[in-house]
């Protein structure tokens, strides 16, 4: 077992939860304007699709590794691809962080759950992310692929909890912090560059 395999996707995992998109610009405006804890109630519906989207992987992509090594490259090559893709649209993309457009009308608990559920379990730039970013960080050569994709999807899943819940809880904090200081938005930006590039070079270099 590769522990610096682990610890490589899970730093990445950091910081692309910590870089400003729709999914944690909406927890910290429903926690902004209905409170924490129904901002932690769309971070539980957001992580439980997460779920979905890791099983989809597990059991659809350990198939094809099974059937085809030479596949499984060819996956891992698109992964690269569209992870340099990503990092050229956050290049393009305004360094500034704008809470304005986010609607938030009042909802209930499980409203918010399922609202946060459904947004990523509908949302197919989720389900091609997880198939560019889980492949190449299998960790071992003994444990069964599905296993595998399963420890970095309860991973995934638990990082991005903590980071997303930090956000619901101190989103007040947050909000006024990037408003008062607008290189921070400039900062996330690059360092999201930097992850995405590094990640695709680290698919196309590194072996099965």
Do not use: R
Request: aromatic share 16%; proline share 3%; charged share 10%.
């Amino acid at each position: 077992m590769n522990f610096e395999v682990l610890i490589g996707f899970t730093f990445a995992t950091v910081v692309l939860a910590i870089s400003p998109g729709p999914d944690n610009i909406f927890v910290m405006v429903q926690s902004m304007a209905n409170g924490k804890k129904y901002g932690l109630a769309t971070v539980a519906g957001l992580m439980t699709g997460c779920l979905v989207h890791t099983t989809l992987l597990a059991f659809g992509v350990s198939a094809l590794i099974k059937e085809n090594e030479s596949l499984f490259f060819t996956i891992k090559l698109f992964g690269a691809v569209y992870l340099l893709f990503l990092s050229y649209k956050v290049f393009k993309s305004s360094p500034k962080i704008d809470f304005s457009q986010q609607s938030s009308p009042k909802k209930g608990l499980m409203n918010l759950f399922q609202t946060g559920f459904w947004m990523n379990v509908l949302n197919p730039k989720v389900t091609i992310f997880f198939l560019a970013f889980f492949p190449g960080f299998l960790f071992s050569e003994s444990l069964d692929t599905v296993v595998q994709f399963y420890v970095l999807g309860f991973l995934f899943i638990i990082v991005s909890s903590l980071v997303f819940g930090t956000i619901a809880i101190l989103a007040g904090s947050i909000s006024n912090y990037v408003l008062k200081n607008p290189k921070s938005g400039l900062f996330l930006k690059w360092l999201q560059i930097i992850v995405f590039i590094a990640i695709a070079l680290y698919l196309l270099l590194s072996g099965k």
